[in-house]
């Protein structure tokens, strides 16, 4: 099975920071990797796929980038309602599998 | 949309029947697929299902006891879950392809 570890697992940032997540996967994955916002009591969703591609609906202040076996999402101008767990998904092969997320606490 | 339902309690051991109603897209031609996610801790995919049912995966840790299925001329998906164990505790979600659509999920406890 492919692992992804994602990095770092909680952070702290204020509204108007640039903060980057950073998911490695165990073998690569070419561009088969989404990216998730789930905020508490709600269900995940999707914000970026194939790597670097958004979601219709997702702000312009997040992007996402990387190939192979490191990826990264970045938020640019931190909103209030970004605090969130954001987590990481390789469907490149079977088990999909996630990060285990990253806690952003604003 | 997509809506699950069939969640609820059941004791170890004991089977539950999930399904999942989509509307308003492309069932018949989309990959889907169950997630679970037990509170507090993150998304765990659990089974994938091809268009036309012809192939499946599974994570190891339900493999034998979980059965994806579908139904294209009502626009359903299913998932069979027998031999539950307390660590099956979890709400599942029915989520298209590339997990780009989910449901709201329904809670499954097992529990005596």
């Known amino acids: 099975d492919i692992q992804m570890t994602q990095s770092p697992s909680a952070m702290s940032a204020s509204v108007g920071d640039r903060v980057t997540i950073t998911c490695r996967a165990s073998q690569g994955i070419s561009n088969n990797l989404a990216w998730f916002q789930q905020k508490p009591g709600k269900v995940p969703q999707r914000l970026i796929y194939a790597a670097s591609s958004f979601q219709s609906g997702v702000p312009s202040r997040f992007s996402g980038s990387g190939s192979g076996t490191e990826f990264t999402l970045t938020i640019n101008n931190l909103q209030p309602e970004d605090f969130a767990t954001y987590y990481c998904l390789q469907h490149n092969s079977f088990p999909f599998t996630f990060g285990q997320g990253t806690r952003l606490d604003i | 949309q997509l809506v699950e339902a069939g969640g609820g309690l059941v004791q170890p051991g004991g089977s539950l029947r999930l399904s999942c109603a989509a509307s308003g897209g492309t069932f018949s031609s989309s990959w889907m697929n169950w997630v679970r996610q037990t509170p507090g801790k993150g998304p765990e995919w659990v089974a994938i299902?091809?268009?036309?049912?012809?192939?499946?995966s599974y994570v190891d840790s339900v493999k034998g006891r979980f059965t994806i299925s579908r139904d294209n001329a009502r626009n359903s998906l299913y998932l069979e879950l027998s031999s539950l164990r307390a660590e099956d505790t979890a709400i599942y979600y029915c989520?298209?392809?590339?997990?780009?659509?989910w449901g709201q999920g329904t809670l499954v406890t097992v529990s005596s």
């Open positions: 989520t298209t392809g590339w997990l780009g659509v």
């Open positions: 299902i091809k268009p036309d049912g012809s192939e499946k």
